[in-house]
C-alpha cells in the first residue's frame, strides 16, 4: 500500500509525502525567511522541525542547515544528507507517526497553510548556466536561421552545448516581468530599431539545482555527476528574440535573455523523481569516453505551458511537452561542465534548454510555435504571435504515479509594460 | 608640490600616496582576511584603521564595512563614500599629518610589509561579464575566421558586444592554472579531440568593478554609469583556442574560458585614475542616444605582458598596450548591460575584453601575436605558438604622473600540466 501522511492530501495535489519538495518561504511578511517542505496544502518549517531535534541522524544532527536563509548550506551537505532528511520528513509525517501527528503544539507551530506563506528563491544561485539539449528545439531553431541543410552543427551531437546566464535576474514564480528595452535589427541603412522588444517569448525549460560540487581544476566524473544534482526545478527563460537575434553573434545570448529567469519555488529531489527514471534517447554518434554513462537516465515528467491573455479570465494551453525529450541528460551535461576543471558551487542552476517534443504542439517556445511569427496562436478569443503586455505565462510540470503525483506546482510571471 | 606620505615610497613604486589602491589580505596564514590599500611596500589595514575610529566621517562612521572579509559592503555604498575614504586615507597617510606618522603602537598594527601579507580576491563576485571592446582585436579575429571582407560584424559598432563569463573560476593573481583538457574540432570523419588544450592563450584584459548597482527593470544612465564603477583591475582571461573554436557557435564560448580567470589584488579607482583620463576613441556611427555620453572618457594606462618560459630565469616582454585603444567606453558597457533592465550588483565584474592596440606588438592574445599559431614568438632561448606546461604569464600596468606612478602592480598566473 502506497505511504500515507497523517495530513490530508488531495489525490490531485503536486504534494504527496512521496515528493516532499524544498523550498525557502515567509509565514508572514515579517519573518525571517526559512527552508520548509511542501506537503498538501501546507508547508512543513524546517526551522522549527530542526529546533525541536528531529533530525538526529548522522549526517545532520547538530547542523544549522535549516536555519538558514537558503539552501545552500543544506546543498554542500550532499547526498547522504538528503537521503537522511528526505527519510526523517517521510517518517515524521507518515500516518503511523505520532511524533508531529499527536503534538497539537508543534503541529501549530510548524505546519503552515500554503496560502498563507510567501514563497523565496530557494537557493543563492553563484553561477547560472543554460544548456541547449532539446534536440527538436535545435533543429527548429537552426531550419528557422540557417535553412533546413545545416539546421543542427555537427558540435550538437558531440557535446552538450550551453551558454553562462545571468545569475543576478533569476526571480522566484509570480514575480513579474518588465519587458525589455534593447536594439534590433536595422532595416537598410537606417540605425537600428531602439524600444521595448517586439519579439517576446517565453522559454520552456527545467533546471537542476548542484549539490556539493568540485574544485577548480577537477572534474566530476560522468558516472558521478548525479551525487551532485539535488533536484529539479521548472524554468522559464524570458527572451527578447529581437534583442537576441541583433546581438548574439559572435558570443552568443546577451540581453535578449538577461533582464529576467524565473524558477519555481519547490526544487523536487531525484531521489523523489527515481520512480519515474526512464531511458534517454540513443545517442548517436556515440559519445566521448567522458560522456559515456554506464546508465543514462532521464525522467518522465509532464511540461505544459498555458497563456493568460492580458484582460481574459481564462488561459490556454499553448504546448505539453515532457522532460524526457532532452537529448544530453542532466548528468552529462554536469561531467562536461567539469571537464575543463571548471568548478561548480552549491546552488549553481544548470538549465537545460527549450524543451520541445517532435511534435508542433510539444514546442517549447513561441519562436517555433509561431515560426518567429509567420503564424499566430489562437487562445480563445485571442490571437499572439509573441507576449503583450499584461499576458502571464504558466509552466506547470508533474509526474504521475500510481495514485499520487510528483509535482512541481507552477512557475509563473506577468508581463508588465516597459517604463 | 606633489603630496607626499611619511612611508618613503620608491619613485617607480605604484603605490604612491596618489593611488591607495583597496584589497583583501592575511597579515598572517591564519588571520581572518580584511580590507586593506596598499601604500608603498606596505598593506595599511583598513579594519584596524577604522577601529581606531579614524573614518568619522558622514558616510563611514559607525560603518563595518572595513570589518568585512570582502570589499563587496564598502562597494554597495556608492561613491560619496569612496571618496571620503580616500580623502581620510590620504591625510592619514601625508607626511604633514601626525594621527599616524607618530603613534609607533598604531603604525605597528596597522602597517603590514607587503612581502608578508597574502593577498586574496578582494571581492565575492556575483556575475562575471566579459565585452569585446578592442576594435583591433575584433578585427584581428574576424580576419583570422571570417575573412578580411566580413571580418567585424555590423553590430560590433552598434553595442558593446558581450557575454556572461563564470564567476567561480575567478582566481586572485598567483594562482596556478590546470590546463584544460576538452574537445577539438574533428579531423575528417574521426571524432572530435579529446586531451589536454593545444592552444592555450592569455588574453590582456582589464575589468571594471562595479559599485551600488541597480534595481531589476531600472536602467543605469550612461551620463550616471560612472558613479557605478568603483575602479579597474588588471584581468587575464585564460583562453584555450582550440576548445574555444569547436564549441562557440551558436551560443558563444564556454568551456574555452571558464577553467580559470585571474585578476589583480589591488583594485584601483577611479578617482586615482581621474588624472590620467583622456578622449576615447570618435565612434562612428553615432552611438544611439542611451549609449551616447556627455563626455566620453578613457584612462591613459600603458599594459605589458610579459612571459617566463618554462625552466627560464627570465621573462620577456611579448606585448605592450593600452588601455585607452578601447572602442567603447567602461560607462558605455555599464549603461548597456542595464538597459534591458538587467540589474547589477556591488562586487560584479565588466571585463573590457582582450585589449589589441593597432600595432602588432600591442595586440594582446597569442591568438593575434602569432596569428593562429601560424608563427612563433621568439622568447630569448625559447619559441612559443601558444602556452606550455610551466609557462608564467606576468600582466603589469600603469599611469605615469609628474614624479609618481599609479600602477595596478602584477596579474601572474603560470601553467600547470593537465591531470
Known amino acids: 500500500m502506497a505511504l500515507k501522511s497523517f495530513i490530508e492530501v488531495s489525490p490531485d495535489s503536486h504534494f504527496p509525502i512521496q515528493n516532499l519538495p524544498f523550498g525557502i518561504f515567509k509565514p508572514e511578511p515579517a519573518s525571517p525567511p526559512r527552508p520548509g517542505v511542501a506537503i498538501g496544502d501546507y508547508v512543513l518549517d524546517l526551522s522549527t522541525i530542526s529546533v525541536s531535534g528531529i533530525f538526529d ?61 510567501e514563497m523565496l528563491l530557494p537557493i543563492a544561485i553563484g553561477d547560472y548556466t543554460d544548456f541547449f539539449s532539446s534536440m527538436h528545439h535545435a533543429r527548429n531553431c537552426g531550419i528557422m536561421f540557417r535553412g533546413p541543410e545545416n539546421a543542427i552543427n555537427p558540435n550538437w551531437f558531440q ?105 519555481s519555488p519547490w526544487i523536487v529531489t531525484l531521489d523523489a523523481l527515481e520512480p519515474f527514471a526512464c531511458n534517454s534517447p540513443k545517442q548517436d554518434p556515440q559519445p566521448l569516453p567522458y560522456l559515456a554513462e554506464k ?63 517532435p511534435e508542433p504542439e510539444s514546442y517549447g517556445c513561441l519562436l517555433e510555435l509561431t515560426w518567429n511569427g509567420q503564424k499566430s496562436l489562437s487562445l480563445k478569443g485571442a490571437t499572439r504571435k509573441f507576449l503583450e503586455d499584461g499576458d502571464e505565462v504558466i509552466i506547470s510540470g508533474c509526474s504521475k504515479g500510481d495514485g499520487y503525483n510528483v509535482g512541481f506546482g507552477t512557475c509563473t510571471g506577468k508581463i508588465l509594460p516597459s517604463l
Open 57 to 117: 541522524g548522522p549526517f545532520l544532527s547538530g547542523s544549522d542547515c535549516f536555519l538558514q536563509p537558503n539552501l545552500n548550506k543544506f546543498l554542500a551537505l550532499g547526498r547522504p544528507a538528503w537521503k537522511e532528511a528526505r527519510a526523517k520528513l517521510q517518517n515524521l509525517l507518515s500516518a503511523d507517526e505520532a511524533t508531529l501527528r499527536d503534538n497539537p503544539s508543534l503541529r501549530e507551530k510548524s505546519l503552515v497553510p500554503m496560502s498563507k506563506v
Open 159 to 263: 557535446l552538450p552545448i550551453a551558454y553562462h546566464g545571468r545569475s543576478s535576474s533569476i526571480v522566484v514564480s509570480g514575480t513579474e516581468i518588465i519587458r525589455p528595452r534593447g536594439q534590433g535589427h536595422p532595416s537598410g541603412n537606417s540605425p537600428p530599431y531602439f524600444g521595448p522588444s517586439r519579439k517576446l517569448d517565453f522559454e520552456l525549460e527545467m533546471a537542476a539545482v548542484v549539490g556539493p560540487g568540485n574544485e577548480l581544476g577537477k572534474p566530476v566524473d560522468v558516472n558521478e555527476a548525479g551525487d551532485h544534482i539535488f533536484g529539479l526545478v521548472l524554468m522559464n527563460d524570458w527572451s527578447a528574440r529581437d534583442i537576441q537575434a541583433w546581438e548574439y553573434v559572435p558570443l552568443g545570448p546577451f540581453l535578449g535573455k538577461s533582464f529576467g529567469t524565473t524558477i
Open 295 to 357: 546508465t543514462s537516465k532521464n525522467y518522465d515528467i509532464s511540461l505544459e505551458v498555458q497563456i493568460k491573455p492580458a484582460g481574459q479570465e481564462d488561459s490556454c494551453v499553448v504546448t505539453r511537452s515532457n522532460f524526457n525529450h532532452l537529448y544530453w541528460t542532466v548528468t552529462q551535461q554536469l561531467a562536461h561542465h567539469t571537464i575543463n576543471g571548471c568548478n561548480l558551487r552549491p546552488g549553481d542552476l544548470l538549465g537545460t534548454g527549450t524543451i520541445s517534443g
